[in-house]
């Protein structure tokens, strides 16, 4: 036996209390080891660092000196920023979110104008943020580098390409951050993270000295929490006057998009009409099917349907805005690096890889098409929006998905998010991401779209609403919603959370008499056709009712670009019916859109 234990059995013999002593020690170092055990398994979770794993380097850069009184100070004094890995910093290398692009680079040899501007304004650069690499990808996933720790959902993506400028913002590490947006990577993750995002209009702010994806699409993005910094961060950027007549404001919602979210209207909708009842300067809201409008006025879409009979439905053409805003960011990104894709063959996570390639390898014959689109959607937003309109849409359709998800559900969220991003992105139009609350425990937002050129404009709205907004956020999150008389759009969203409200109680006929009600009201919306179509079901039918109700809520699924779903539907109505033709048409007609 060990001589100190020898000495311990000794002593305890003669005392007693030693072995309660003993045991007490032992007991703290169990207790010590238990909790330094989950310690690092709460750092391994927020990253290894206290910043939430979204700085990839830390360094200052500090702001410029600051006139001597009376001059007025700097703008930005004593704001704190960061910047994604895709910004220039002379001396530095930057790494465009990969190793091997950091490896075959050298360090930058003059700062990127836009942030040396906020340098001159006042601001401190804290560091560089992780990305997506090579500024692909919208989960804000770095196999490389670890994600970014979402500090609202730390279960789930924070979104990108700036997942890391987006996190350092959220986790109040910084005050603002800047990144880049070429096919939603700053409004994205300014919706999952619960932040305000903002794209300026394609151009307004300068470029050089970062690297470019896509230069038809890449616009300078900032994240904030505080709608006060955006709009100083902003005017800076973009170099704007500070004073302007103040105009009146016309808000258009695009319902059609509304319904692609699976976030509830009153959580959205609701909210900022309600926002705007209590402002001044605001014309009552209007109403329209977005996607309808643009298959009638952007017609150069029609080389990206792939469903002929279908170019004038509004979400094929969603659908085909975003094909080509994919085409051409791949066209551009092969112009721009295919030389050092070959060269390096760089290793890349998977997702970005295969994004990368089929840049690579493709060829592209319609070029001049894609341009057109873009022409067609910046004149039909212009001649829309005027100079007083702004869109309302919802940013996202989906809350923010788990962490490492499987393939097949990542295929339609992004098919589902990039129909929103597209707008902004192919048109070159401004637009800003407000949170307005949590839904499910994940943030959600809304965003609003204004005409190329309209930055202040846009700005100025945000300032003047946010607070309001907020406001009845929170109320919205602690009430019913109530049906508006003035119109049938909150009525009808009554009636269908009534009808949802009975098909959990599994009251069918009452449910499928609330979702026929709401139709009345709505016809356009396909939610209310598959969930009164769901209730049908579970009533039991006979057969040729099950068949068309398979068939009506396979279209509604298909038109909310819910696939997955929508194929499993069909195919239940060719179980029941093989020779049904409806049914054996419309399995087709997806599986071109899925492949």
């Given amino acids: 036996m060990l001589k100190p234990l020898q000495l311990v059995k000794e002593n305890a013999s003669a005392h007693p209390k030693t072995w309660i002593a003993v045991g007490l020690g032992v007991a703290g170092v169990l207790i010590l080891v238990e909790t330094s055990r989950r310690r690092r398994r709460r750092i391994a979770m927020v990253g290894n660092?206290?910043?939430?794993?979204?700085?990839?380097?830390?360094?200052?850069?500090l702001p410029f000196l600051q006139p001597p009184p009376p001059a007025a100070r700097l703008s930005l004094s004593e704001l704190t920023f960061a910047i994604s890995d895709i910004f220039e910093?002379?001396?530095?290398?930057?790494?465009?979110?990969?190793?091997?692009?950091?490896?075959?680079?050298?360090?930058?040899?003059?700062?990127?104008?836009?942030?040396?501007?906020?340098?001159?304004?006042g601001a401190k650069c804290v560091g560089r943020t992780v990305m997506d690499e090579l500024g692909f990808g919208i989960t804000g996933e770095n196999v490389h580098y670890g994600t970014p720790v979402n500090p609202h959902v730390p279960s789930c993506i924070p979104?990108?390409?700036?997942?890391?400028?987006?996190?350092?913002?959220?986790?109040?590490?910084?005050?603002?951050?800047?990144?880049?947006?070429?096919?939603?990577?700053?409004?994205?993750?300014?919706?999952?993270?619960?932040?305000?995002?903002?794209?300026?209009?394609?151009?307004?702010?300068?470029?050089?000295?970062?690297?470019?994806?896509?230069?038809?699409?890449?616009?300078?993005?900032?994240?904030?929490?505080?709608?006060?910094?955006?709009?100083?961060?902003?005017?800076?950027?973009?170099?704007?006057?500070?004073?302007?007549?103040?105009?009146?404001?016309?808000?258009?919602?695009?319902?059609?998009?509304?319904?692609?979210?699976?976030?509830?209207?009153?959580?959205?909708?609701?909210?900022?009409?309600?926002?705007?009842?209590?402002?001044?300067?605001?014309?009552?809201?209007?109403?329209?099917?977005?996607?309808?409008?643009?298959?009638?006025?952007?017609?150069?879409?029609?080389?990206?349907?792939?469903?002929?009979?279908?170019?004038?439905?509004?979400?094929?053409?969603?659908?085909?805005?975003?094909?080509?805003?994919?085409?051409?960011?791949?066209?551009?990104?092969?112009?721009?690096?295919?030389?050092w894709v070959k060269s390096v063959k760089p290793k890349l996570g998977p997702g970005v890889s295969d994004c990368v390639y089929a840049a690579i390898k493709t060829t592209y014959d319609n070029i001049k098409t894609l341009y057109k689109v873009r022409t067609e959607m910046r004149a039909t937003l212009?001649?829309?929006?005027?100079?007083?309109?702004?869109?309302?849409?919802?940013?996202?359709?989906?809350?923010?998905?788990?962490?490492?998800?499987?393939?097949?559900?990542?295929?339609?969220?992004?098919?589902?998010?990039?129909a929103l991003t597209s707008i902004a992105s192919m048109s070159g139009c401004c637009q800003v991401t407000i949170p307005v609350g949590k839904h499910n425990d994940s943030p959600i937002s809304v965003s609003f779209i204004s005409f190329h050129g309209a930055d202040k404009f846009l700005l100025d709205t945000v300032l003047d609403m946010y607070s309001c907004l907020q406001e009845q956020a929170s109320v919205a999150s602690n009430s019913l919603p109530l049906p508006d008389t003035n119109g049938s759009i909150d009525a009808s969203e009554l009636l269908k959370e009534k009808g949802n409200a009975a098909f959990k109680g599994k009251q069918w006929n009452k449910a499928v008499n609330y979702y026929s009600e709401a139709i009345k009201l709505n016809a356009t919306n396909?939610?209310?056709y598959c969930n009164r179509a769901a209730a049908y079901l579970e009533l039991g039918c006979p057969a040729f009712e099950n068949v068309k109700a398979y068939l009506r809520r396979g279209t509604a699924r298909e038109s909310l670009i819910r696939y997955k779903e929508a194929m499993q539907d069909f195919k239940h109505a060719r179980v029941l019916e093989p020779h049904n033709k409806a049914a054996k048409f419309a399995e087709k007609r997806l599986m071109k859109l899925m492949n």
């Fill in 49 to 61: 660092k206290e910043d939430f794993g979204a700085f990839l380097e830390r360094f200052e850069l």
């Fill in 89 to 121: 910093v002379k001396d530095y290398l930057t790494g465009f979110g990969n190793p091997d692009w950091r490896r075959t680079h050298e360090a930058a040899e003059k700062t990127a104008l836009v942030v040396t501007s906020l340098l001159k304004n």
């Fill in 159 to 339: 979104g990108g390409s700036c997942s890391g400028s987006a996190v350092a913002v959220a986790a109040r590490l910084v005050d603002f951050a800047i990144g880049t947006d070429t096919t939603g990577c700053v409004r994205i993750p300014a919706s999952f993270c619960g932040l305000i995002g903002f794209r300026p209009s394609h151009g307004a702010v300068s470029t050089i000295g970062v690297l470019p994806n896509s230069q038809s699409l890449d616009a300078v993005g900032i994240f904030s929490s505080d709608p006060s910094v955006l709009h100083r961060v902003g005017h800076v950027l973009l170099r704007l006057n500070s004073v302007e007549p103040k105009r009146p404001r016309r808000l258009i919602f695009a319902d059609d998009l509304f319904q692609l979210s699976k976030i509830p209207t009153q959580r959205t909708v609701h909210v900022v009409s309600k926002a705007i009842e209590n402002l001044s300067g605001y014309q009552p809201p209007k109403h329209m099917n977005f996607g309808k409008h643009i298959a009638s006025n952007v017609p150069s879409l029609k080389g990206f349907c792939e469903v002929s009979s279908n170019v004038q439905s509004g979400a094929f053409a969603l659908k085909a805005l975003s094909s080509a805003m994919v085409t051409l960011q791949r066209y551009e990104f092969k112009s721009n690096h295919e030389e």
């Fill in 382 to 418: 212009q001649s829309l929006l005027k100079d007083d309109g702004i869109l309302v849409v919802p940013t996202v359709a989906d809350p923010p998905l788990k962490l490492r998800t499987r393939k097949g559900p990542f295929s339609e969220f992004l098919d589902r998010t990039l």
């Fill in 526 to 528: 396909a939610t209310y």
